[in-house]
């Protein structure tokens, strides 16, 4: 008798959960910068520095998925692995607090105002393109270039898809409510606003370049809210049989890609 095809949604919480596991496994590495540098006086308002000092400047920004415990360790690794390349990496903290979204993207102002950081390349992995789109589509800031890695690029669209699980659904949680419920406060932060309103000449007349790498078999974020972006001016590469975190993953094809975006 043919076995009995696993429930579309089962299917993806089971892939979600090993997922995860990926991330505690990078988490767990053993990997520290010799350099930090504070930008602020609240703990998470600091700076890891990773590679040699004349290298080209690529900042980092994670995930954390909007939660005070979410935080950089599970990018050193990659951090490390682009230092070794010859980037000089900025990986940065910054501060996450649940119903304020105010003060992460305060602390992304700052750091697009650092004198080493205003002209880098900007690398956001899942939940931090939200802050690299931020930075990139703001006009007070002299950031031109992105890269973002399994974005996520919708907020009110990742946290209306992802209403069944509200007892855990941090982007409500984050902005105090679901979009149906708070529709201002997504259309205040959502990271593509920037660009809607410059739209897609003005984008193209700014010089702004925006490299957008997914995997098909990501689980975490879907990459059919990537896919839904093909006809806009962004350069987007769908890496087949990939998942959420292999654009972190030395060796992995949508590295090889990274690296190509940064170089």
């Known amino acids: 008798m043919p076995m009995a095809e696993e429930p579309l949604e089962q299917n993806r919480a089971r892939q979600a959960a090993v997922e995860a596991q990926v991330m505690n496994n990078l988490r767990s590495l053993d990997v520290a910068s010799e350099q930090v540098e504070r930008y602020g006086v609240h703990p998470d308002q600091f ?28 990018l050193r690794p990659a951090a490390l692995a682009l230092g070794e390349s010859g980037y000089r990496v900025a990986l940065a903290e910054y501060r996450r607090e649940s119903g304020n979204p105010q003060v992460s993207f305060a602390d992304i102002e700052v750091l ?8 880098a390349v900007w690398v956001g992995h899942s939940a931090g393109a939200i802050f690299v789109l931020s930075a990139l589509f703001n006009d007070a800031t002299a950031v031109n270039r992105a890269v973002v890695l399994a974005p996520i690029l919708e907020l009110a669209r990742a946290a209306a898809e992802d209403a069944h699980e509200l007892d855990t659904n941090p982007i409500a949680h984050w902005i105090r409510g679901l979009p149906a419920e708070v529709p201002q406060e997504y259309a205040q932060w959502e990271p593509l606003a920037g ?35 093909l006809g806009e001016p962004f350069n987007i590469a769908l890496v087949s049989g990939e998942g959420h975190y292999d654009g972190i993953r030395p060796g992995s094809d949508s590295w090889l890609l990274l690296l190509g975006a940064l170089g």
């Open 195 to 229: 660009y809607y309103a410059m739209g897609a000449a003005g984008f193209q007349q700014r010089g702004l370049h925006l490299d957008v790498i997914h995997g098909t078999e990501d689980y975490t974020v879907p990459v059919a809210r990537t896919r839904d972006f």
């Open 47 to 74: 700076i890891e520095w990773y590679g040699p000092a004349d290298g080209a400047v690529v900042v980092m920004i994670h995930d954390g998925y909007f939660h005070e415990d979410g935080t950089l360790t599970y």
């Open 112 to 119: 697009a105002r650092h004198p080493q950081l205003g002209n």
